[in-house]
């Protein structure tokens, strides 16, 4: 089980629900859309975390940032899907043992997977044993969905002390998503989690005139936040705001809608960040959507205004 530590100043969105409890109740998007965090209960992901454990995850040592950026945040096709490898010829003894099409690949195995055939192939079982599974939890939790993209994000290299965010998919859509997390590390993967984005709009939203974001994208709004307020991704630690936190035991599976919840990845290693694209009319409460909810905040900010004036 998770363990789960409540800060008294957050709002406890926070619930744990079995398989069996999710599936009786029809599924939990209604609670997923309502921002809530939910970690199945009494459930671990039924895979070879020890194929995880012997990857390399030292991202740093690859010299070329734009594909260190990729391996960080890969899909699981880098391992399931593309054109088989070419072997090394039994005439080369220095080349690698498998020679891909695709950069980006052929920098997994050599740096992620040591180069080593064996490595490769026990992280691809593992990979899709967790993607399976993860394809069936997404179907008893979100029965009513259907969904018009999907992304099996996976992360294999280490996480330390990431700054307080909440997710910017840097497009202005109106769609919906879900996610499903799950932790393929053999440690716990620990997250601090604080406030929901519309609620910390609404603390803040005087102070630093975010009203002038009214009708943009809500993304920028999202940036401005993140980068300027937060600390971004250079100047870490800059926030000072209360956190729930929590420690996902090994194989452990959450869902939570990261557009709404903030959270930090303090530590992780290796983990699963399964999403889904929804259109407004898939959702039970259309109204519960990202850029709605952002919408509302200005709306009542400036209600809030008229009244005064």
Known sequence: MARVDRHPEVK????????????????????????????????????????????????????DLGIRRKVKKLT???????????RRSIFDRTGPARVFNDRLRQTVFDVLCRGDPDIFDRTRTALKVAHDEMLRIFGICFPSYNPFRFIPSIRLTQTLFENLHWDNHSIDDDFHQARLFGNLDARPRIW?????????????????DL?????????????YIHADLLGGLTDTWMEHLPKHKIAFESGEVWSGESRLISHQIFYGEAAAVFMWFMKATDMVNPKNRFNERVAAVHRDMAGRRSYHT
């Open 76 to 86: 699981d096709d880098a391992f399931l899907a593309g054109k088989p490898p070419r």
């Open 192 to 208: 601090h989690v604080s406030h929901h984005s519309d609620d910390y709009l609404r603390l803040i939203y005087d102070e630093f």
């Open 211 to 223: 009203g002038r974001f009214a009708g943009k994208d809500p993304n920028l709004l999202l940036e």
């Open 12 to 63: 406890d969105y926070i619930v744990e629900m079995t398989l069996g409890e999710i599936q009786a109740r029809g599924g939990v998007a209604d609670l997923s859309e309502d921002g809530q965090l939910i970690v199945l209960a009494d459930y671990r992901l039924p895979i070879d975390h020890a194929a995880f454990d012997a990857l390399d995850k030292r991202a740093e040592v690859i010299s």
